[in-house]
């Protein structure tokens, strides 16, 4: 079967459209996808050379060929939006609620939905190959639709060689090549044919081609971005200009501000210190990265920290309300474990420790991934233009009646975040009191939770938890670093200016 022309540029692309008779809005929508894909990756490239708004017209066309509804070319066009730091025109590189809201008015709800998840959606390994083959028929119509995209993607990936060109390593290629046959299999599945033979003949002619003389290849492996070719942009004169720029840019703290959907609904309220991330739950790249993680937790505390609870029976009492009640008449203020050890029979995991055995170690690693994920979506959660600085605090196992009692970690204010799983769900909780209005809260464990609070002096925040199952955490500190005064500030970027823009001493 003849590999079908696709196109590469603008014309291209809207002489497909209108050979294949869509409308006159649809044209104007996939102008529209095109004219923000333009702005967006204007200066990008692929490490093969090609200009990545190429990558993206071809990925199109692709979908376009396979006689997809508009939204999904249009999201065909703009599938790598929030895929690359680059790209995503944010505050440190992360997606707020505002970016997503700019794309929303602009292409609507239909497609920057289909973009965001197609960010979010699993790919690259056989388990999730695997995964989409034994489930396709309990799809609905959006996750095919996204399957879609993803092996048109695939596709544009593998076209003129470009994975040779692009220098790409070894090890990709036999990894991607190791879900090859599923991937045909998906398309075929997807009732996408011509799409699975031309595939199937980009990934051979990959597998057959003798070796490239090396000084065609482009070793770039990613995506790239040329500098601005202006004399002014060269060289430390070039660093020394844009850094001042920035140092004259007018800055503005803003008011701190949370978005927990995603969906541009604000719910943030300053006088709220309690909140419970369900979205988190959605999350799919993040519940995969903390499932690993957890299962090598789980081989390190079956082999070496197995003998290292303690039962206690009075544990629920030690977390009710009464226990409460007892520490408040008697004006105690409990900090927390790390003062108090006796409030709680919890397992911690020890760094030291389990840096001595290779599960430990495997277990650490993992744990690395799942602070880098935890990191980037804190970064965009909290809308701030002050900087985060995130700590872990702690990764802790309760065994089946494991607790932590009453405490409120006042020394150490902030905000704090607790990544949970229960292998039984409704069988631990989270207890806090509520500082406004003194009444007790009880948040129980679903598999897994995302809890996210605030430690101040001013509102002292009391809270326990109890388990009847297994149950891990991970725990992490979040603060908001103070802004330094203004002369300082001035001071120290003109110290930056001479020291990293290469000026002469």
């Known amino acids: 079967m003849a590999m079908r022309p696709f196109a590469l540029t603008y014309p291209q692309l809207m002489n497909q459209a209108l050979a294949q008779g869509l409308d006159e809005e649809s044209l104007r929508r996939m102008r529209t996808a095109y004219e923000l894909a333009e702005w967006e990756f204007d200066g990008f490239y692929r490490g093969q050379g090609m200009s990545f708004l190429c990558h993206l017209v071809r990925t199109a066309s692709i979908v376009l ?14 599938h790598a939006l929030y895929r690359k730091e680059e790209f995503y025109g944010a505050r440190n590189g992360q997606v707020t609620w505002r970016k997503r809201n700019r ?57 003129d060689l470009g994975m040779i060109y692009r220098g790409a390593s070894p ?43 090396g000084n065609v290849l482009r070793h770039k492996g990613g995506v790239y971005k040329l500098p601005d070719h202006h004399w002014l942009y060269e060289g430390w004169v070039g660093e020394l200009r844009n850094r001042l720029r920035k140092w004259l840019k007018p800055t503005q703290e803003k008011r701190q501000t949370f978005s927990e959907d995603g969906n541009g609904n604000s719910w943030f309220d300053s006088e709220k210190i309690f909140y419970e991330l369900t979205p988190w739950k959605e999350d799919k790249e993040l519940i995969s990265l903390a499932k690993e993680c957890l299962e090598a937790y789980r081989v390190f505390q079956k082999e070496v920290v197995k003998e290292a609870f303690h039962p206690n029976p009075a544990a629920l009492e030690d977390v009710s309300e009464e226990a409460l009640k007892a520490i408040l008449d008697l004006g105690k203020i409990i900090h927390g474990i790390k003062t108090n050890q006796e409030i709680s029979n ?46 872990n605090s702690g990764r802790f196992w309760y065994p089946p009646g494991g607790y932590m009692g009453w405490h409120t970690n006042i020394q150490a204010p902030g905000w704090r975040l607790y990544v949970n799983h229960a292998e039984e769900a409704g069988k631990s909780f989270f207890r806090y009191r509520d500082p406004d209005t003194g009444g007790i809260v009880t948040s129980l464990d679903s598999e897994w939770n995302f809890r996210l609070f605030r430690i101040t002096p001013k509102k002292v925040f009391w809270h326990a938890i109890y388990s009847g199952t297994n149950r891990f955490s991970l725990g992490y500190k979040i603060e908001l670093k103070i802004r330094r005064p203004l002369p300082v500030r001035l001071l120290k970027r003109a110290k930056s200016l001479f020291t990293e823009a290469g000026v002469p001493s």
Do not use: C
């Open 346 to 391: 919890v397992v911690i995991f020890s760094l030291q420790e389990m840096e001595k055995t290779p599960q430990g170690r495997e277990a650490i690693a993992l744990g690395k991934k799942v602070d880098e994920a935890v990191g980037r979506r804190l970064r965009a959660l909290f809308d701030t233009d002050r900087e985060l600085l995130i700590h």
């Open 171 to 213: 090890s990709r290629m036999e990894r991607e090549f190791s879900y090859w046959e599923e991937s045909l299999l998906l398309a075929r599945r997807l009732g996408l044919v011509q799409l699975a033979e031309e595939m199937d003949e980009a990934y051979k002619a990959h597998r057959t081609t003798p070796s490239l003389p």
């Open 103 to 159: 794309v929303q008015g602009v292409v609507g709800k239909d497609v920057e939905a289909l973009i965001w998840e197609y960010r979010h959606f699993p790919w690259s390994t056989e388990e999730a190959m695997h995964r989409h083959l034994e489930h396709l028929e309990t799809y609905g119509e959006r996750m095919r639709q996204i399957l879609v995209v993803r092996l048109a993607n695939q596709l544009e990936d593998y076209l």
């Open 65 to 78: 060929a396979e006689r997809q509804p508009i939204h999904v070319v249009m999201a065909a066009l703009l």
